[in-house]
């Protein structure tokens, strides 16, 4: 049996985003053909912690830098180049890794998130003559910070590193001509994988004819997601066109939102829930908007809903078309008017066109059910050169 290391920043049950949920998904459905192990990171400071989750073997290494990745409190400029200098060269942690995949000796090394491990690991596998496949689910490669100092430091060495990586995925085209257009990954074979989005279903909510909209967001709750646009846009809507706004999320605009709606109750702030409870109300609502300012690389809250049979309504931005493929259930960033007037229209359609809008949601959402084929076609080809 093929043995295949996925590495990858954090992993179940550290749970950060998408990219943690995507990376388990992916080796819990390896596992069922191949021998799966993860090297993550973890908290502790001493030693390499193994067990097994779901058939796949996990190995947590210490944290040897001035402070964990998982610890979110703002550290200065000072502690960050520190942070990053460290991650980026650390000869001890890359003497530890290098002893743990020779003790593994995998097949193929399959990379996702580096941050807290360091892109020295493919000059490691370069060395050990293991193939490299790296799918870039963000652009920390190349802006991991919001300082042009460490991001060119980042970059320049990622850059030459990069150079040993044999296959590159961009879990969509947009992140995977961004990281080409930075000259990153030149010598390597190159594809689009979409990520697995495997959400529970629940029974969704009948929409009754031209009745006022339900409406869900679903996510961080941070000023680059764009969620002000949207409940700026539900401010100024009659309660005949919205009758509710469902926010189901953290972030720091929480107090504020709740500042300026007070008087509006139909602004409902769930905070954080479950994972069931968040496809559960992904049902109850009519539709999803995703706001997002950011160039989100994928979009994984589209699927989700789909998954759910909910219509998304989101902004043009980043891999997010390449999800939404009817630009009437798309609108630009921070267009508080456009969003405005794609929830009147969607809340005037009528029953059986909405029908229709729930059925090519959950036809939409089926190629995302599993990307294993795809991998496996990556896979055997590395294997057999």
């Given at each position: 049996?093929?043995?295949?290391?996925?590495?990858n920043?954090?992993?179940?049950?550290?749970?950060?985003?998408?990219a943690?949920?995507?990376?388990?998904?992916?080796?819990?459905?390896?596992a069922?053909?191949y021998?799966?192990?993860v090297?993550?990171t973890g908290?502790h400071k001493?030693?390499?912690?193994?067990?097994?989750i779901?058939n796949?073997t996990?190995?947590?290494i210490?944290?040897l830098n001035?402070?964990?990745?998982?610890?979110?409190k703002n550290k200065?400029?000072?502690r960050k180049?520190?942070?990053?200098?460290?991650n980026?060269?650390?000869?001890?942690?890359?003497s530890?890794?290098?002893?743990?995949?020779?003790k593994i000796?995998?097949?193929?090394?399959h990379?996702?998130?580096?941050?807290?491990?360091?892109?020295y690991l493919?000059n490691?596998?370069?060395y050990l003559?293991?193939p490299?496949?790296?799918?870039?689910?963000?652009?920390?490669l190349v802006e991991p910070v919001?300082?042009?100092?460490i991001?060119?430091l980042v970059?320049?060495?990622?850059?030459r590193?990069?150079?040993?990586?044999n296959?590159i995925?961009g879990?969509s085209?947009?992140i995977?001509?961004y990281h080409?257009?930075k000259?990153?990954?030149?010598?390597?074979?190159k594809?689009v994988i979409?990520?697995i989005?495997?959400?529970?279903?629940?029974k969704?909510n009948?929409r009754?004819?031209?009745t006022?909209?339900?409406i869900g967001?679903?996510?961080?709750?941070a000023?680059?997601?764009?969620?002000?646009?949207?409940v700026?846009?539900i401010?100024?809507?009659?309660e005949d066109i919205?009758?509710e706004?469902?926010?189901?999320?953290?972030?720091d605009?929480?107090?504020?939102?709740?500042?300026?709606t007070?008087?509006?109750?139909?602004?409902?702030?769930?905070?954080?829930i479950?994972?069931d409870?968040?496809?559960?109300?992904?049902?109850?609502v009519?539709?999803t908007?995703?706001?997002?300012?950011?160039?989100?690389?994928?979009?994984?809250?589209?699927?989700?809903?789909y998954?759910?049979?909910?219509?998304?309504?989101?902004?043009n931005v980043g891999?997010?078309?390449?999800l939404?493929?009817?630009?009437?259930?798309l609108?630009?960033?921070?267009?508080?008017e456009?969003?405005?007037?794609?929830?009147?229209?969607?809340?005037?359609?009528?029953?059986?066109k909405f029908?229709e809008?729930?059925?090519?949601s959950?036809?939409?959402?089926k190629?995302?059910?599993?990307?294993?084929?795809?991998?496996?076609?990556?896979?055997?080809?590395l294997?057999?050169?």
């Amino acid at each position: 049996m093929k043995r295949i290391l996925i590495v990858n920043s954090f992993y179940f049950p550290t749970i950060i985003g998408g990219a943690e949920i995507s990376t388990q998904l992916l080796a819990e459905e390896l596992a069922n053909q191949y021998e799966v192990h993860v090297l993550t990171t973890g908290e502790h400071k001493n030693n390499i912690v193994t067990d097994v989750i779901n058939n796949v073997t996990v190995h947590r290494i210490p944290c040897l830098n001035i402070y964990s990745p998982l610890d979110r409190k703002n550290k200065g400029a000072i502690r960050k180049t520190g942070w990053h200098i460290i991650n980026a060269y650390h000869p001890y942690q890359a003497s530890i890794i290098r002893n743990l995949v020779k003790k593994i000796d995998p097949d193929i090394v399959h990379s996702q998130n580096l941050m807290g491990i360091g892109t020295y690991l493919w000059n490691i596998c370069n060395y050990l003559s293991i193939p490299i496949v790296h799918t870039t689910r963000d652009y920390a490669l190349v802006e991991p910070v919001n300082s042009n100092i460490i991001n060119k430091l980042v970059y320049k060495c990622n850059l030459r590193r990069s150079r040993k990586v044999n296959h590159i995925v961009g879990i969509s085209r947009y992140i995977l001509n961004y990281h080409d257009e930075k000259k990153l990954f030149s010598n390597a074979k190159k594809s689009v994988i979409g990520n697995i989005v495997n959400a529970k279903q629940f029974k969704r909510n009948e929409r009754k004819n031209k009745t006022p909209l339900s409406i869900g967001y679903f996510g961080q709750v941070a000023a680059n997601k764009g969620v002000m646009t949207l409940v700026k846009a539900i401010q100024h809507l009659k309660e005949d066109i919205v009758k509710e706004l469902v926010i189901c999320g953290t972030g720091d605009l929480i107090e504020e939102i709740q500042k300026i709606t007070q008087n509006d109750k139909r602004i409902i702030i769930k905070g954080k829930i479950s994972q069931d409870e968040v496809y559960r109300q992904m049902a109850q609502v009519d539709v999803t908007v995703v706001p997002s300012i950011w160039a989100e690389p994928f979009g994984r809250v589209i699927i989700e809903s789909y998954q759910q049979g909910t219509p998304v309504i989101a902004t043009n931005v980043g891999g997010i078309p390449e999800l939404i493929t009817d630009s009437k259930m798309l609108f630009e960033p921070e267009k508080i008017e456009e969003l405005q007037h794609k929830l009147e229209w969607l809340q005037t359609m009528s029953e059986n066109k909405f029908k229709e809008l729930v059925e090519d949601s959950y036809e939409n959402s089926k190629k995302f059910r599993s990307n294993i084929s795809y991998y496996e076609k990556v896979y055997s080809e590395l294997l057999k050169n």
